[in-house]
């Protein structure tokens, strides 16, 4: 073998060449990565719907057992009134744990004392990884109750909140708009959801007269101030399109800088729906299927979904 021909085939990479190959290889992660990213989102998407899938058919099978769905609590708590004492109601991810496979975690539970109660703490602050999407960042797993938010003793978060109905939307841009059924000749004064609060009047099955398949059940609202799952207020009526941002100069009051959520910058201190996808969010409906809401979704279509027994009629969405 002559040396000319050794020397051609030990021949190192030069320094323009290695440029070229680590460029290409750059390229070629620049442009793989949103298709990794996307992939990944697409799996964390998938993991929420199923976890809201269970959800829904929790909140089904508590409804076949008592004939009305759990509420979000008592919509108060105190441990020293003892007339808001006597509304002590778990709440509805308080409630249907025995539905969800976490009969254990129930059991703990003393539910004839206000979740404030010390008694209560230990379940309280018991991670349940079927309320966490994993969309959602999670700096903190605990929070504390949104009535005193800068209180010590904290409770295990949840990324999903029930309805309780919507105002404001259904006539926006007027302002009169509020969430009961008066316009309807309806005059309770209970909210248009689902999920109510406290001494609210029970709702089950045969209340959701627009069709279950057309109602809401749950959502997503990671950011909630009272998204604890063992708390009294976790239940929200939407007063803002879906997913809306606060920002200066908003159209929409609860989306003025003042309200934004302590995390992310979510209007209401998130008491919206809202979430971490992008571009909607996912819902659990009264039929126990699950969906996703595109978050430009017509606001009255969105107030419809929203709505019991409105009268409204749904098609696409």
Request: aromatic share 10%; glycine share 10%.
């Amino acid at each position: 073998m002559s040396r000319s021909r050794v020397l051609r085939c030990c021949a190192a990479f030069t320094v323009v060449e290695l440029l070229v190959v680590i460029t290409i290889i750059g390229l070629a992660l620049a442009l793989l990565m949103p298709a990794v990213q996307s992939a990944r989102e697409a799996a964390r998407r998938m993991q929420c719907s199923n976890q809201l899938k269970q959800i829904g058919l929790g909140l089904q099978n508590y409804e076949s057992v008592y004939r009305v769905f759990p509420k979000g609590g008592a919509g108060v708590a105190s441990l020293t009134n003892p007339v808001l004492r006597s509304r002590t109601r778990l709440s509805w991810g308080a409630s249907i744990l025995p539905f969800i496979e976490q009969a254990g975690l129930f059991e703990r539970i003393n539910a004839s004392e206000p979740f404030l109660h010390p008694s209560n703490w230990e379940a309280g602050q018991t991670v349940v990884a079927t309320y966490l999407c994993p969309s959602a960042p999670m700096p903190d797993l605990y929070r504390p109750n949104g009535d005193t938010p800068t209180s010590s003793t904290t409770y295990a978060r949840t990324d999903y909140g029930g309805n309780y109905g919507e105002r404001g939307l259904r006539c926006f841009p007027q302002t009169n708009c509020q969430n009961n059924y008066a316009d309807i000749g309806i005059t309770d004064g209970q909210g248009r959801g689902t999920l109510m609060l406290g001494l609210d009047k029970d709702i089950g099955i045969r209340d959701i007269l627009d069709g279950t398949s057309h109602t809401i059940l749950i959502g997503e609202a990671p950011e909630g101030l009272h998204s604890i799952w063992i708390g009294h207020k976790n239940v929200f009526d939407q007063s803002v399109p879906l997913d809306a941002r606060a920002r200066a100069g908003s159209r929409w009051v609860p989306c003025h800088p003042a309200f934004k959520s302590r995390s992310g910058d979510f209007c209401d201190f998130g008491q919206e729906f809202h979430s971490y996808h992008p571009g909607g969010s996912l819902f659990a409906f009264a039929d126990a299927s699950t969906r996703w809401l595109v978050a430009n979704i017509d606001i009255k279509v969105f107030s419809a979904l929203l709505s019991r027994r409105g009268g409204e009629t749904v098609d696409e969405y």
